[in-house]
């Protein structure tokens, strides 16, 4: 089992940038593909990024698609989420998930972190 805990989050004001972090704890980060979902007030939590076990693939909602990027160092167990001209739509309380065997289902999640685009 992994646990995911995530941190960078913050406000940033609109067009501005941000990183958030997802360090990986008990199990080593290679063995999932990673994800980064969203939820904000009174919304469905919503997938954001996703990239694959070994980082040479990646999947982006297409209303973040050019704006944010994912990536991840196995060898830190810590997965990224740079996210560049942001909106404040973006506003949300960002989470990663891990994944095993599918990057479409996602077995463990962290506690999210609040990202907050003033406009």
């Known amino acids: 089992q992994v646990q995911l805990v995530e941190s960078g989050g913050g406000l940033v004001q609109a067009g501005g940038s941000l990183r958030v972090s997802c360090v990986a704890s008990g199990r080593t980060l290679s063995s999932y593909a990673m994800g980064w979902f969203r939820q904000a007030p009174g919304k469905e939590r919503e997938f954001v990024a996703a990239?694959?076990?070994?980082?040479?693939?990646?999947r982006y909602a297409e209303s973040v698609k050019g704006r944010f990027t994912i990536s991840r160092d196995n060898a830190k167990n810590t997965v990224y989420l740079q996210m560049n001209s942001l909106k404040p739509e973006d506003t949300a309380v960002y989470y990663c998930a891990a994944a095993r065997s599918s990057w479409d289902e996602y077995e463990y999640w962290g506690q999210g972190t609040q990202v907050t685009v003033s406009s």
């Open positions: 990239i694959s076990w070994s980082g040479g693939s990646t």
